[in-house]
């Protein structure tokens, strides 16, 4: 991963560059870290003002997921592979690039191979050329030669190794950011490992399998530590400068860097060992120092959903179960994650993804939020036309496929999944919404009941309010509450009017709402019992708020004949 990396809090024994900084063991001492804290802003703040305005735009676009994509003309990749060429043979002599040349000449020359490490460099050919040397020194020092120019698989590595792998402090998450990124996400405080080097293989085998796919190469990927209160990590950033020299070595561009605390501590060493690396690399790193909730919301204002991350919603506490499911897979040579041209040959669904069952309420968190988009869009749907119903259709739709989510179906053969034409989506959808608005109308209507003995809700005459909008006698109309809502109908009269038919139903829910916001109540005087007087349901009052605009129109109508 070239540029930079913020996996690890900062190793103490880098701390000599930062004498002032120590882990605190008192109370007392917090008051000097939030001191420090100021004090590292303020540095990497001044670091970032030595950045030109193209790197600091960079950077934030990056972060924010809105950077263009170059693009690779057949003309233009020559080119720099030609260049990448060029700087190889000025640096390679005596180095393992040069024994990894010849003991398999076509693979260290392969045109797709040298890619990575221009598209991981953005297209420097002089840093790609230095980072190839980099990263055949630490396959030699990992795997050793006969491994030099093979791919590294599963079972290369050992047991520690994968013990390590399965702990789940780093992983792939299956759903990417809002920008179509793959998230490697990192547990600090779930480290575990006999010896650092088993760490180091299972970090350079899990980014073997990030590398695999173009998109990701193109896209870069988002790296994401969370380090809250009871996941920091206890090995005190034990190997913190040997885990840098292999990501700087391994070919990734890191887009973003997110480190979350809730621990000032943390937060603090974290930012130390930022101002340790090269000014142009800072933009794409963000701090954030809050709760579990804080840190998450911040988090998916950078395109990152709530959803896609391994937490338990109740406890916050790493939920593995998805990873172990792919670190199955792996030991059996298999690998369900969607990476390009390594697909597995069947659809696995992932959380956000909202998923259609013959018969079935499905839970899965992207079916609810898609239930909760239909219901929204319910109130006033059968009141929109054809093409105002399409766009609803496409917000929905795409508002799930931002957050990473896709729309599967089951195959009634084989029970594998597949995905579902979007005429389809939009179809379920429709009905869907309409289902909903059905249920809400049979809802009101069981409260307006008219006989007695039944749900409907009975106001004495001495329990009028002076807001209350009542119809009944014609003495009603002079009713504080019935000269209000004329007052505000006959103001809002010529908007009403020349309103399409969506706003009028929103301007009589606003005349619904003030009306009983100052504590008025639409009420029907009973035809059983004249004392009696009967609560109407919000769609009745509505359609009688609708009928007084229609009148004063009328009204006006009359005048000026």
């Known amino acids: 991963m070239s540029n930079f990396n913020v996996n690890y809090s900062f190793s103490s024994q880098c701390c000599g560059s930062y004498p002032h900084l120590f882990v605190p063991t008192t109370s007392s001492q917090q008051g000097y870290f939030h001191q420090a804290k100021a004090e590292l802003d303020a540095t990497l703040a001044d670091s970032m003002a030595q950045m030109s305005f193209d790197e600091r735009q960079m950077g934030q676009e990056d972060l924010h997921g809105v950077s263009e994509a170059i693009v690779e003309d057949r003309a233009q990749t020559d080119a720099w592979l030609i260049d990448l060429d060029i700087h190889l043979k000025a640096i390679k002599q005596g180095s393992v690039y ?102 180091l293989r299972a970090r350079f085998y899990i980014s073997n399998c990030l590398w695999k796919s173009q998109e990701t190469q193109r896209k870069g990927l988002v790296m994401v530590t969370y380090a809250m209160s009871g996941l920091e990590d206890k090995t005190n950033g034990a190997g913190f400068a040997e885990s840098t020299k292999l990501i700087l070595a391994l070919p990734l561009y890191v887009a973003g860097a997110h480190m979350s605390t809730d621990n000032v501590a943390q937060y603090v060493l974290g930012k130390a060992a930022i101002s340790l690396m090269p000014v142009s690399t800072r933009a794409r790193c963000k701090f954030h120092l809050g709760s579990d909730q804080e840190c998450q919301y911040i988090l998916s204002t950078f395109g990152i959903p709530r959803e896609a991350l391994p937490l338990d919603p109740k406890t916050n506490k790493p939920a593995l179960g998805e990873f172990l499911v792919w670190f199955n897979q792996q030991q059996l040579g298999k690998d369900p994650r969607m990476f390009e041209n390594e697909l597995d040959s069947h659809l696995r669904p992932a959380k956000n993804d909202v998923l259609f069952v013959a018969g079935q309420k499905v839970n899965n968190a992207g079916n609810e939020r898609f239930r909760a988009l239909a219901k929204k869009e319910s109130e006033y749907f059968d009141l929109m036309s054809n093409e105002k119903k399409t766009e609803i259709y496409d917000e929905i739709v795409n508002e799930i496929k931002r957050c990473g989510g896709r729309f599967l179906k089951q195959n009634g053969s084989d029970g594998l999944w597949m995905e579902v034409d979007v005429s389809e989506v939009r179809r379920k959808l429709g009905q869907m919404i309409r289902n909903f608005r059905h249920k809400r109308l049979n809802r009101e209507k069981e409260k307006s009941s008219t006989h007695l003995g039944t749900k409907t809700k009975f106001v004495t005459v001495d329990q009028l309010h002076p807001n209350d909008v009542l119809f009944g006698p014609l003495t009603c109309k002079n009713h504080q509450g019935n000269v209000l809502l004329r007052q505000a109908v006959k103001g809002l009269a010529s908007e009403y009017d020349s309103a399409p038919r969506v706003e009028k139903m929103r301007l009589t829910q606003h005349l619904l709402q003030q009306s009983t916001g100052l504590g008025g109540r639409f009420l029907k005087q009973s035809e059983l019992d004249s004392d009696r007087w009967e609560k109407l349901p919000d769609d009745v009052a509505r359609s009688k708020i609708s009928k007084l605009f229609r009148n004063v129109r009328r009204l006006k109508t009359t005048k000026h004949q």
């Open 98 to 199: 040069e024994i990894a040349e010849t003991m398999d000449s076509s693979r260290v020359r392969d045109r797709e191979f040298r890619l990575l490490f221009l598209r991981s460099n953005r297209y420097n050919a002089k840093n790609a050329a230095k980072q190839m040397l980099n990263f055949f020194n630490m396959k030699l020092q990992l795997f050793g030669r006969k491994k030099l120019t093979k791919e590294i698989t599963f079972s290369d590595l050992s047991d520690d190794d994968k013990e390590c792998l399965k702990t789940g402090c780093m992983q792939i998450l299956p759903t990417t950011d809002r920008a179509g990124r793959q998230i490697l996400f990192q547990f600090p405080g779930l480290r575990n490992f006999k010896m650092l080097e088993n760490e």
